[in-house]
């Protein structure tokens, strides 16, 4: 399997969040183990515009991350317990990310970041040069489906309906 590179990253999201299904996201642990996890769950956010995206309200502290060139991770809290591992897509200055949902037999997007160990440390993380975590070629694109995003009730009906969920078949 092959390290993606940062051409992958810079496209629209709504190219990369499917295409990242299929493909493995790489965790090194201690003593530097090297475990390798199969994306099946992805959505779609997609810049100011998007009522569901973090980056509707503008570049903040929070956000800004999601400003750069693709193939940065943007990492947040919900609940105050769960950390979300994002992916930011798309050209500088265009902010987009692609949440990874799923793994292969871990569901859940919380569930996905606690079995990987990523938290708050990994904001701003460049994945493309990452010695702690970064995605590599799948052995085949895979088929999917989609559906509306999870949890996004507050960005409105427009928003909350469109299908910019990825859900990889046959996993």
Known sequence: ???????????DVLEVAPDLLGKYIVRTGPG??????????TEAYRGEEDLACHARKGKTPRTKVMYERGGMVYVYLVYGIHWMLNIVTGAEGHPQAALIRSIRNIEGPGRVTKELNIGKDFYGEDIVGSNRVWIETGAKKPEFVTSP?????????????KPWRF???NH
Do not use: C, Q
Request: avoid cysteine; charge should be positive.
């Open 1 to 11: 399997m092959i390290r993606l590179e940062r051409d992958f990253y810079i496209r």
């Open 32 to 41: 530097g183990t090297v475990s390798r996890y199969l994306i099946t769950e």
């Open 149 to 161: 995003r999870v949890g996004i009730d507050y960005a409105g009906e427009i928003w909350k309906n």
């Open 167 to 169: 859900i990889m078949s």
